[in-house]
């Protein structure tokens, strides 16, 4: 059974730093596009940024130059850094695997979903 756990989030005051981690087990990833996505209360779910397995990475304009994602090794398959946060980062955030490494930032190219963890950014 594919399992993706997401670790890190918490409250921060704006212009803080917070690293998420998604740790995964059931099949490897090595191949797979990894990415990040993130619901605000009341917003539908958006991307946040996504890598591949050759480590081409691709960010939203909302995040760009904040935060930067990585891929980890053994089971931690996928960071996500998050700099100089803002209160309008405040959602709950999911990693999330493509199985056919392409390049989306389309939330139903990922098949495998963790169960999210909260961001709260305090102005």
């Known amino acids: 059974q594919v399992q993706l756990v997401e670790s890190g989030g918490g409250l921060v005051q704006a212009g803080g730093s917070l690293r998420l981690s998604c740790a995964a087990s059931?099949?490897?990833?090595?191949?797979?596009?990894l990415g990040w996505f993130r619901q605000a209360p009341g917003k539908e779910r958006q991307f946040v940024a996504r890598?591949?397995?050759?480590?081409?990475?691709y960010y939203a304009d909302s995040v760009k130059g904040r935060f930067t994602i990585s891929r980890g090794y053994a089971n931690r398959i996928v960071d996500l850094q998050m700099n100089s946060l803002k209160p309008e980062d405040t959602a709950v955030y999911y990693c999330?695997?493509?199985?056919?490494?392409?390049?989306?930032?389309?939330?139903?190219?990922?098949?495998?979903w963790g169960q999210g963890t909260q961001v709260t950014v305090s102005s």
């Open positions: 890598i591949r397995w050759n480590a081409n990475t």
């Open positions: 999330a695997s493509d199985p056919r490494g392409r390049y989306s930032s389309m939330e139903n190219d990922y098949n495998y």
């Open positions: 059931g099949r490897t990833f090595s191949t797979d596009t």
